[in-house]
């Protein structure tokens, strides 16, 4: 029972204080002190505190125990920091960078924009990302040092076997129904004929603009594509690496208040005025306008998508065989059409998960048995806001069950390696507390830690 608690404990406490760095200055001040140190690595009671906080508005109960967890993750994570140094472990700036900007979109997801994101904190982005990249870049070279810990940890079948039997059969976790699918796509080809009317209404939309005629605001309210968008008159924040590199490229090379001669982007055509650039963070407007695929165009997609499945159903050729023929779709047309969990990266479908992601599909497979093919059908890629049809095969289906080895070995063997990768952990972590310099204040000497940090306590 302690065990699932401590696991249950670690998981949240995990999500915590990955989450809290963003956080940490929004909360009520404190008067600071060191409250532990590890080797040259300091836990300050602001670092506390300020996970707490985070901890209370996702309504999660902070009792002492749970206070004790975060702490002690904090001195491992020095602890940590403590051995990279040693061992000079380094991260790239593009490694922070990249991190950083995950971050940001994430909790500027969570609070609604980048603009309201920089209400909340008082500060533009590039100061938020230049006020955490230390601690973000402490965090990275954490995850390597402990990646270097865990390198080496395998599992052999016999392992895997004896941690699922070993075990509480009325803990095991229940399945739900699951799919594997496969899809062949085709989508219409644009002609040249179709880019050039696009790329002559855009250049029409920027000379209005340019003359003075009329805003690029109320335009991009009339004519833009890009739904994100519209509604603000086309306007948008961003940073480095947000974008796609052709966007990027002209965000970078403009002035304030510059346009950018007609570009192309996978999603189509843009145009583009800079508003403000501050260090690696813009605002500008754009206009996106997506070539219109001609009737002709679409009706041959059809007559190929037809010709694919009167040969799929007469035996012709084999379903991989006609995903090399006929698919245009370059997701998944080097993958025998396998369909992935655009989120997760997951080829098995939750069936709920399918109903939320592409409910087009989940009403087309819902009666098929393994193997069958669905009817050509008209295929709506929100993903990619374009247009195709497509024909789906199901691969897979699982029933409902309980955890078990035959179905669900990968899950088994993933969560037997965690395991050992933790055991593996452990065994470091007691080894390097017995080197390490380390002091814990009195007010925390009391907790229940998992690690004996008193071995070499000042």
């Known amino acids: ?6 696991m249950k404990y670690a998981i949240i406490i995990a999500n915590l204080i990955f989450s809290s760095l963003l956080y940490a200055q929004s909360g009520s001040k404190v008067i600071d002190k060191v409250i532990a140190k590890v080797g040259n690595n300091v836990v300050l009671l602001s670092d506390l505190q300020s996970q707490k906080l985070q901890a209370i508005q996702e309504k999660i109960e902070v009792d002492r125990a749970m206070e004790c967890n975060i702490l002690e993750e904090l001195l491992y994570q020095n602890l940590l920091l403590n051995q990279a140094d040693l061992d000079s472990v380094v991260v790239s700036d593009e490694q922070v960078d990249a991190e950083m900007e995950q971050r940001i979109r994430m909790i500027e997801g969570q609070i ?7 209400n909340f904190y008082g500060k533009k982005v590039s100061q938020i990302k230049e006020e955490f ?4 870049r402490k965090r ?5 040092m402990e990646r270097t810990i865990t390198a080496e940890v395998s599992i052999s079948p016999k392992e895997v076997r004896d941690f699922f039997n070993e075990l509480p059969k009325d803990s095991l976790p229940y399945i739900n129904a699951q799919l594997r699918l496969q899809q062949i796509v085709i989508y219409p080809e ?4 179709d880019r050039n009317k696009t790329i002559a209404e855009l250049e029409r939309i920027r000379e209005q603009i340019e003359s003075g005629e009329k ?6 309210g009339v004519y833009s594509q890009d739904p994100g968008s519209r509604s603000k008159g086309g306007e948008l924040k961003a940073s480095r690496g947000q974008m796609v590199k052709e966007f990027e490229a002209n965000a970078f090379i403009l002035k304030p208040g510059e346009i950018s001669p007609v570009f192309q982007t996978e999603y189509g055509f843009h145009i583009l005025q800079l508003i403000e650039r501050l260090g690696d963070d813009y605002t500008c407007r754009h206009i996106l306008l997506i070539p219109e695929v001609s009737e002709a165009e679409f009706l041959k997609a059809g007559e190929k998508i037809e010709e694919c499945y009167k040969r799929l159903k007469r035996n012709e050729i084999t379903w991989d065989e006609a995903v090399t023929l006929y698919s245009n779709d370059e997701a998944t047309n080097q993958n025998k059409g396998i369909v992935s969990h655009p989120y997760t990266g997951e080829t098995l479908w939750d069936m709920e998960d399918l109903n939320q992601i592409d409910q087009q599909i989940f009403i087309l497979v819902n009666s ?3 193997g069958d093919i669905t009817s050509p ?3 709506d890629n929100y993903m990619e806001r374009k247009q195709g049809v497509r024909i789906v095969r199901l691969a897979e289906r699982t029933a409902p069950h309980k955890a078990n080895l035959k179905d669900d070995y990968q899950l088994i063997q993933n969560a037997a390696l965690n395991k050992k990768r933790q055991e593996a952990i452990k065994i470091w972590t007691n080894e390097k507390i017995n080197n390490a310099y380390i002091r814990i204040d009195e007010a925390y000497r009391d907790c229940d830690y998992r690690y004996d940090w008193f071995k070499n306590i000042h």
């Open 1 to 6: 029972m302690k065990q699932l608690k401590n």
């Open 190 to 193: 644009i002609t040249e004929k």
């Open 368 to 370: 098929l048995e393994i």
């Open 215 to 220: 805003s690029f605001r109320s335009m991009a």
């Open 140 to 144: 990275l070279v954490g995850q390597e």
């Open 112 to 118: 609604g924009s980048r603009e309201e994101l920089e």
């Open 133 to 136: 990249r230390p601690a973000i």
């Open 377 to 379: 059908s008209v295929y």
